[in-house]
């Protein structure tokens, strides 16, 4: 199944308002440690880095370690400045990325 | 003497008009497994934005809306023939399993979607517990959020409610435990650090905390059989699909809550 990701953000605010962001992603955060049914390792697959751009610029960002659980969950508040796109990055610790962006419009 | 018999007689088939109460005996007051987990998780599960299980509800919409190739250029999804106003699911869930009336067989949800699959798409089943056959029930199940669990077991079905039943009262596995045990008798107590629920399926598939992923009832069930040292059966097995008859009609009148959130 491909990695879906849920992203909640107002479609319009007004200028200098805090707006809430929420994201969940569909990912295992495989952590390497757990054991398959032959008892073999099952290799480490998390995902590494999550950040979130408004209009090109860095707003928020999160490292991930192994301790987090499968399909992550972050909510986090910015200000609304001006119009734009606002861009959901993951980032796989195999490289792999996932995006995600949404419009804003700001009066 | 005769008289006290008939007396008796008489008795006995007066209990015998509630017939769901005699022939499952049900948990009063009946209680959905949400009420066992802390306010956080409930938060989680009503939260339909933040419930990862809905995750599967997306991917089961996109699915549903998908056509799917029959061969000679026909192509057919399942919106095609459930439509708001032709065939709509919102209250489906609530009255599965059910007899599917061509093969005479019990079937659960997943099942119904395989059979509509094969029989109306032109295309394979899908595998028990695969992705795509989650998102698939747990989309259509959410359809049906709010409905409340009705079915009976019929004539035809009676079989399969004796066997579900059988199962569900039968001690089985290295800890001796029939399912009655613990969700009948001693529901609301603790089990070490858990609360046990009354074993209710109204909310799958569900996203399960310990599998940190959605699955289906029939998965539930085999943890469950593991949980007492049993040999769990096959998922989409027979006999599961009789239990899961025996807990709806033993659940009558509970909330679908699909897709819940279970520990």
Redesign the interface.
């Known amino acids: 199944?491909s990695n879906?990701m849920?992203i909640?953000a107002p479609k319009t605010a007004t200028r200098g308002e805090v707006i809430e962001l929420?994201t969940?992603i569909?990912h295992?955060?495989e952590s390497g440690y757990r054991l398959d049914s032959r008892g073999e390792v099952v290799p480490r697959k998390i995902l590494e880095k999550f950040e979130c751009f408004y209009n090109g610029e860095i707003i928020f960002q999160a490292d991930f370690q192994r301790g987090i659980?499968?399909?992550p969950?972050l909510t986090f508040y910015t200000k609304a400045t001006e119009s734009g796109t606002l861009r959901f990055k993951y980032t796989e610790e195999t490289g792999k990325t996932f995006e995600e962006s949404v419009e804003i419009t700001v009066s | 003497m005769k008289y006290l018999a008939f007396g008796i007689g008489l008795v006995l088939s007066a209990c015998g008009d509630s017939q769901t109460t005699r022939d499952a005996p049900a948990p009063m007051p009946l209680k959905s497994g949400t009420e066992f987990l802390t306010l956080e998780t409930q938060a989680l599960q009503a939260d339909t934005?933040?419930n990862?299980a809905?995750?599967w509800v997306?991917?089961g919409q996109t699915l549903f809306t998908k056509p799917v190739d029959m061969g000679m250029g026909i192509e057919k999804a399942c919106a095609d023939c459930h439509s708001e106003t032709t065939r709509p699911l919102t209250q489906s869930a609530a009255h599965f399993p059910k007899l599917d009336e061509k093969s005479g067989a019990l079937v659960n949800l997943e099942e119904q979607i395989n059979l509509c699959r094969i029989r109306y798409q032109n295309t394979t089943a899908l595998d028990y517990e695969s992705?795509?056959l989650l998102?698939l029930t747990a989309y259509t199940a959410h359809q049906s959020n709010g409905q409340a669990i009705s079915v009976n077991a019929t004539p035809k079905t009676q079989k399969n409610f004796e066997n579900g039943k059988d199962y569900f009262f039968t001690k089985r596995g290295q800890m001796n435990f029939s399912c009655a045990q613990c969700h009948d008798e001693n529901w609301g107590k603790k089990l070490r650090g858990d609360t046990i629920s009354q074993g209710h399926g109204n909310g799958f598939p569900a996203y399960r905390l310990e599998w940190?992923?959605i699955g289906s009832l029939h998965r539930r069930f085999a943890d469950c059989d593991r949980g007492v040292r049993a040999q769990p059966l096959e998922l989409g097995s027979e006999t599961y699909t009789d239990l899961e008859l025996y807990l709806a009609v033993r659940g009558n009148g509970l909330d679908i809550e699909t897709p819940a959130i279970r520990r």
Request: net charge negative; aromatic share 8%; hydrophobic share 50%.
């Open positions: 199944m879906a849920r909640s929420k969940l569909q295992d955060m659980a499968a399909n969950f | 934005f933040a990862p809905m995750l997306d991917r992705q795509d998102a940190e992923t």
